[in-house]
């Protein structure tokens, strides 16, 4: 790192960019999570087991599931559609057959 003259301005600036360098890796890419209870707090999760927690493969932004994306449960269940933090927003759940047993409309079950 350079010497140079810092103020208060100055190294507020240099913190913002080092953070915003580190938590853009964090905001909006695609990748595979787990919906997982672990020590008793359900959330989801980068690493896990498919066949027991299931599997989300789609967008993931600040961690979660966010944009378009597959949610396969391990009963076989699936959701495909659209996601809004975290939770399926627009989008169709069907069983392991592939037979549609309801959809998601803004939030909301139908």
Known sequence: MEERELNGNKIF??????CEKH???LKKRNGIMFFINRDRK???YEKGDKGKDG?????IENRKP?????HTYSNGEKYVGKWKGGMPWNGTKY???GEIL???ANGKYQ
């Open 102 to 104: 309801g959809k998601w």
């Open 42 to 44: 359900l959330g989801w």
């Open 95 to 97: 069983n392991k057959n």
């Open 55 to 59: 599997e989300y493969v789609g967008e």
């Open 23 to 25: 938590f853009k890796k």
């Open 13 to 18: 600036e240099m913190i913002k960019v080092e």
């Open 66 to 70: 966010n944009g378009q994306g597959t």
